[in-house]
């Protein structure tokens, strides 16, 4: 689903209850009213409920005796307010909306085609914004209320302009709510607001673009709207300012955009612990814990390098691989974890989230299974939900084995789910917002002339590279698999410095090499030691990470002439479940995922091996893209490759001859060999027919007595197609002479 359907969604709630009374939930209904605004502030914005459980059940108190009225506007208020942000998951946004409308004596359902688009969103908002919903939320309860304050014709011009509409939203307080208010501008009038929530990246945006603003006015939405239009007027699309190259020049005043200040989250596990479920004791006394028998207190701040010697000195049973997983525990309990992150830990089906509050503790325990300590507030100690309620990229975050891991960008669905709120943050909260997800570019028309290939195939092979992120560009040697594949390459990356890159596969190519593994290195003492070094693949996915604004594109040549599943091993699970994470042979400390501005192509040459045989994994986890001689869209290239450098044209018939005689679409023989301007003169054409496609036709018919110059050679070709051009002899009409019997 695109960003229109949102935008739509959008238009239909803010008409409905704008332009009106009425409800885009139920029409015909009176529902945003001013009497049900004045209940909402009376009830919710002046009567908050600073004590402890989920904004859910607090707002139930609140409005446990409004009027039905007020509580629909409320649910539908809570709706807007979760529409945009794409980080949530569709259940845990539906979870906050229907519990405001449980509370209707009769029941309101959110419409079919609203409710879909909850399940998507177009921006990220990270869990800051999710866990302050209240100063959110109590904006929007006062822009409807000044809004109903306003005449009808004043309403009405505000509807129709974007900037009328914006005066109304600055004569309200912000109360912390900046990114909600930007939100509503971008939601009613898109066109006019870029989807920029974060006040602060709003004015590194336009600090950055300053030199293309001609009349700059100190209005930062004005400046952003003026340079948006410009900007999108000379690349001749619109301009997205998460995207590249406009990303790239803004982000570099703040580090990686995305680095935000919000909450961290982590999943502490405590159902097994030697055999113990301790989350009933968590719940009861606020705390989450780690258990090392046998390892004394550790202070936080310690290093990895000693902690590895602390558990070597401790637990020297523990084999070095087992180390590793340890020490990278302790180091996200005791020094990554920090006052304010959010906490989740499982039992059973069970969820249960709160927020950190303390440093890390150690406590005297005689059975030494909850010595090591964090001082939590569970939010939903008494109302945990289940993993079912969690999207499914949310809920594989609870899998695998390590007793703490980070939850990475899915933390605000599971802050949303449990409604958490007045979490501690900077008064802008939005600086978490992410870059948009890359968008591969359409091929040009320049592009389809340049390689002379038909731009309705490019485009294909481009949507497939969009939808399953690895492709095979496949077909008989000389068919430009591997031109083709680092152009495209080049194209789709806009041509940004290192953000394509090529190996070739071997028979002996392994997963050390290709991602990681153990490498000499000159010690300190003078000897050789081994150290962890990456590959080429898991570089480009660190790269990629670091700049997600960018398309990465990893080109693998000869992709068949390795043993796939010993190069990719558990990487291959990556490559078909792209939302998952797995934990690596040589690192298995830390969750790896496959970032989504990543992609492969690849190149195979069916004369070595048959797409047919490759085995059944591999085909499913990428699309093949044919190329074959005589096929879209090699049929013709070689032709018009000759016209357009003013070569013999017969060089085209040479070779449609040859793979006629060949036969065999896997073994023909790719136009590349005669791309060159050595196939102008006879000479040349004769070298490369002896030295480059004859040696492929001596090993197909190696053993089997076929004489290939017989049959393919360049005289023997010739003179088929001369036969062939030559006119068929038509035999000279008999005389009638008559029935002899008359």
């Known amino acids: 689903m695109n960003e229109d359907a949102v935008y739509a969604a959008a238009r239909r709630v803010i008409q409905a209850g704008l332009a009106g009374n009425g409800s885009a939930f139920t029409p015909g209904r009176a529902v945003w009213t001013a009497e049900a605004a004045d209940q909402l502030y009376a009830r919710f914005v002046q009567q908050p409920d600073t004590g402890r459980g989920s904004f859910v059940?607090?707002?139930?108190?609140?409005?446990?005796?409004?009027?039905?009225?007020?509580?629909?506007?409320?649910?539908e208020l809570i709706y807007l307010h979760l529409l945009l942000p794409r980080d949530i998951g569709g259940t845990a946004k539906r979870a906050v909306i229907n519990g405001a409308l449980s509370l209707l004596p009769e029941p309101v359902k959110i419409p079919a085609d609203l409710d879909t688009v909850l399940d998507h969103g177009v921006v990220r908002a990270g869990a800051a914004y999710m866990t302050q919903r209240d100063r959110q939320i109590a904006w929007l309860v006062r822009f409807v209320q000044a809004w109903k304050r306003l005449s009808v014709d004043d309403q009405q011009t505000a509807l129709r302009d974007p900037w009328a509409f914006k005066d109304v939203l600055d004569r309200l307080p912000i109360n912390s709510a900046y990114s909600q208010r930007n939100i509503l501008l971008n939601l009613a009038f898109p066109d006019t607001f870029p989807p920029v929530a974060s006040r602060r990246h709003k004015k590194l945006i336009v600090d950055a673009f300053t030199d293309e603003l001609p009349h700059q006015t100190g209005d930062i939405d004005r400046d952003l709207a003026e340079l948006r239009t410009a900007l999108s007027e000379r690349a001749g699309t619109r301009v997205h300012f998460y995207q590249p190259p406009w990303v790239d020049r803004w982000r570099q005043q703040t580090g990686p955009v995305g680095e935000g200040k919000g909450p961290r989250g982590w999943l502490v596990r405590g159902a097994k612990v030697h055999g113990h479920n301790l989350i009933g004791h968590w719940l009861t006394e606020g705390f989450c814990s780690i258990a090392y028998p046998g390892l004394p207190e550790l202070k936080p701040g310690l290093s990895k390098a000693e902690l590895d010697q602390q558990l070597r000195d401790s637990l020297p049973d523990f084999s070095p691989s087992q180390r590793g997983l340890h020490v990278g525990v302790l180091d996200r309990f005791l020094n990554r974890m920090s006052e304010g992150d959010i906490v989740v830990t499982v039992d059973g089906p069970k969820v249960y989230v709160g927020t950190i509050t303390g440093p890390a503790t150690w406590v005297n325990m005689p059975d030494d299974l909850s010595n090591r300590r964090r001082k939590v507030a569970w939010a939903n100690p008494d109302a945990p939900f289940t993993r079912n309620e969690l999207s499914a990229e949310a809920r594989n975050k609870l899998s695998g084995q390590l007793t703490v891991s980070d939850l990475g960008t899915y933390v605000a669905e599971f802050a949303a789910l449990a409604e958490l709120d007045d979490q501690p943050g900077e008064e802008d909260v939005d600086d978490k917002l992410e870059v948009a997800e890359v968008e591969l570019p359409e091929p040009t028309a320049e592009l389809a002339d340049e390689l002379l290939i038909d731009r309705e195939w490019l485009s294909e092979t481009v949507d497939l590279l969009r939808e399953k992120k690895q492709i095979v560009l496949y077909g008989p040697p000389g068919t430009g698999k591997t031109y083709l594949a680092q152009a495209l390459a080049q194209f789709l990356t806009g041509q940004a410095d290192n953000a394509y890159r090529l190996v070739q596969f071997h028979p002996s190519y392994s997963y050390e090499d290709f991602f990681e593994g153990f490498r000499p290195r000159a010690a300190a003492d003078g000897g050789?030691?081994?150290?962890?070094?990456?590959?080429?693949?898991?570089?480009?996915v660190s790269d990629a990470k670091d700049d997600p604004s960018q398309a990465y594109i990893l080109i693998i040549d000869e992709i068949n002439r390795a043993n796939l599943a010993k190069v990719f091993g558990e990487l291959y699970f990556l490559l078909e479940y792209r939302n998952r994470s797995i934990q690596l042979q040589y690192s298995p400390t830390d969750d790896f995922e496959l970032p989504p501005n990543v992609y492969l192509i690849g190149t195979m040459n069916t004369a070595d091996r048959s797409i047919a045989l490759v085995d059944a994994a591999m085909r499913r986890r990428f699309y093949f893209q044919p190329l074959f001689p005589g096929e879209t869209p090699l049929d013709g290239l070689l032709r018009e490759w000759l016209k357009k450098h003013n070569l013999p044209a017969d060089r085209a018939d040479l070779l449609d001859e040859l793979n006629r005689v060949i036969g065999d679409r896997d073994a023909a023989v790719g136009p590349s060999y005669l791309m060159t301007t050595q196939a102008a003169t006879e000479k040349g054409l004769a070298r490369i027919w002896k030295n480059a496609i004859m040696p492929l036709l001596e090993e197909r018919h190696l053993g089997d007595g076929v004489d290939i110059n017989l049959r393919y050679g360049l005289?023997?070709?010739?003179?088929?197609?001369?036969?062939?051009?030559?006119?068929t002899a038509v035999p000279a009409p008999r005389e009638y002479a008559g029935d002899p019997a008359q």
Do not use: H, I, N, S
């Not at 707002?59 to 039905?68: D, E, I």
């Not at 962890?532 to 898991?538: Q, S, T, V």
């Not at 010739?718 to 062939?724: E, P, T, V």
């Open 57 to 75: 059940r607090k707002l139930q108190g609140q409005l446990a005796a409004a009027p039905p009225t007020a509580v629909q506007l409320m649910g």
């Open 528 to 540: 050789v030691g081994f150290a962890l070094e990456p590959g080429p693949f898991k570089q480009l």
């Open 715 to 727: 005289d023997a070709l010739r003179k088929r197609l001369k036969q062939a051009a030559a006119p």
